[in-house]
């Protein structure tokens, strides 16, 4: 078995759906994507990649709009307006994995080989963190090392803090095709549909 199938198989999946979609405005959560809504895809991907489990956190207005498989556990976030932290809290409140990654819902093009490529390169001690055109991007990989810190965040900008704070503990990663790519607003939306995307 490949190291990271085998990793990923003890990592959790914490999916960060609470947001407010204030540069898209409108919910990026049910923005449709290949007959999908970004929040399916999200889940579908999660699932397929072979998580030990995945996990939504959510507002629970929006989870009222979802049909998520059986077997993925929601977390409601009840005070998203206290920012990121709140979802990241909540999360690792309730992953029962060995390690966590954060996945954002606004990256459409992402696929359960680039989740296990993340995953291989983690254990107990690294955050993994890859980029796309030269920036850090989302989704994040926390070994367990980092639980009790993530569980202390506040304010809006999630495990980023944690993150910076351990850069000698980095592994990173560049992704050279377009799955990392955030979709934030009405333009880039639009050109999911106009240009012909490559994922390798």
Not at 61 to 68: A, I, L, S
Not at 80 to 98: A, E, K
Not at 157 to 170: C, E, Y
């Amino acid at each position: 078995m490949q190291r990271g199938v085998c990793l990923i198989s003890h990592t959790s999946a914490v999916i960060m759906a609470s947001g407010f979609s204030r540069r898209m405005q409108q919910n990026k959560l049910f923005l449709i994507y290949k007959k999908q809504t970004f929040i399916e895809r999200t889940v579908e991907t999660a699932q397929k990649a072979g998580f030990f489990e995945v996990i939504v956190v959510i507002r629970p207005e929006d989870y009222k709009k979802c049909n998520f498989p059986d077997n993925v556990r929601v977390v409601f976030n009840r005070q998203s307006n206290l920012g990121q932290s709140m979802s990241v809290r909540l999360g690792i409140m309730n992953v029962r994995g060995d390690h966590v990654m954060f996945l954002p819902i606004d990256q459409p093009l992402l696929t359960a080989k680039g989740l296990q490529k993340i995953a291989n390169f983690g254990d107990k001690k690294t955050i993994v963190v890859h980029f796309y055109d030269k920036n850090p991007r989302g989704p994040v990989f926390f070994g367990k090392y980092y639980f009790k810190e993530l569980m202390q965040v506040t304010g809006d900008t999630g495990g980023r803090s944690v993150r910076d704070r351990h850069k000698k503990n980095w592994v990173c990663l560049e992704f050279y095709d377009e799955q990392l790519k955030d979709i934030d607003t009405q333009r880039e939306y639009a050109q999911l549909f106009s240009k012909k995307i490559e994922i390798k």
